[in-house]
């Protein structure tokens, strides 16, 4: 999966979670190879941080503060991609939160924040950005699940549930839209150094040894090469892969 210059010239890519960890990186990696990006993200000052580092670097990058819970910022964010640059080729669906905890003692909300953010808000963005992707021959969606939607996780119910549901979801558009030319796929990341693993805290009397099964070798996947997949995925390069939920777990998954 080697990056080629220029993979991405004359494309528009909308990257969600752009502001951090694997969505900062992915869009640094999309506008080196060519790409205008749209950087979005919650947090919207770091959206602009990483759209100006790009654009320090002489790519073509703009932010816009969205929170994909809501199904109105959602759309917002296209239509300001769509204001900026008239089209849309590549939707990077990054953004996403963890939470951990026993099961039993999971609240609604927590439940119900983790299911807005990661699964509803995967759905927003890409409702909302399908009918200008649809205008193009060849167009591409990414979803950043995670080897928590394929296996199950201990103390990670709504997070493993909800990346469950965008594996399920990448599938079903992935058939749906096949023949207008647009592809859907998700990478599903093990441990991944970001601020969101260095949040991860076990809950109170977790048994370690049910957590230690989480990889196979000490080292994590980085972001950047989860941003390589991502590319990848999104590039004609992969004009044959659709519906996939690539696992990047050192194996885990495959064990
Ligand atoms: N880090 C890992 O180990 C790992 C492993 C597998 C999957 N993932 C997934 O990768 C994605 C990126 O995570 P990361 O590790 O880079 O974490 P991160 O915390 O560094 O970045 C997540 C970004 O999403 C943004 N965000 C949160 N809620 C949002 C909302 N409602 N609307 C818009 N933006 C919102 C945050 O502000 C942040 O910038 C997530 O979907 C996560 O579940 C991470």
Redesign the pocket.
């Known amino acids: 999966m080697s990056a080629s210059q220029d993979r991405f010239d004359g494309r528009v890519v909308l990257v969600?979670?752009?502001?951090?960890?694997?969505?900062r990186v992915t869009a640094q990696r999309f506008a080196r190879d060519g790409a205008r990006v749209a950087c979005?993200?919650?947090?919207g000052e770091?959206a602009e941080a990483t759209a100006e580092s790009i654009r320090e670097s002489n790519g073509e990058a703009i932010s816009i503060r969205?929170?994909?819970?809501d199904p109105e910022s959602a759309k917002n964010a296209v239509e300001e991609t769509e204001r900026a640059w008239g089209e849309l080729h590549i939707l990077a669906n990054?953004?996403?939160?963890?939470h951990i905890e026993h099961t039993d003692r999971v609240t609604d909300e927590e439940w119900e924040r983790v299911l807005a953010?990661?699964l509803n808000?995967t759905f927003y963005a890409s409702r909302s950005a399908l009918p200008l992707l649809l205008k193009n021959p060849e167009s591409a969606i990414v979803n950043?699940?995670?080897?928590?939607g394929l296996i199950g996780q201990a103390y990670c119910a709504a997070?493993c549930a909800s990346?469950a549901a965008v594996v399920s979801l990448t599938r079903v558009m992935a058939v749906e839209y096949v023949k207008q030319g647009l592809r859907v796929n998700c990478v599903?990341?093990?441990?991944?150094?970001?601020?969101?693993?260095a949040d991860f805290t076990p809950p109170e009397q977790a048994d370690r040894d049910l957590m230690s099964r989480l990889s196979l070798v000490p080292e994590?996947t980085s972001?950047e090469e989860?941003a390589e997949a991502i590319a990848y995925l999104a590039s004609s390069a992969a004009r044959s892969i659709n519906g996939v939920a690539l696992p990047l777990d050192k194996g885990v998954h495959a064990a």
């Open positions: 969600t979670g752009a502001g951090s960890g694997i969505g979005s993200d919650i947090a770091a969205c929170d994909i819970s990054v953004a996403g939160i963890l953010v990661n808000g950043v699940a995670s080897l928590a997070y990346k599903c990341p093990g441990g991944v150094p970001t601020p969101l693993i994590m972001a989860v």
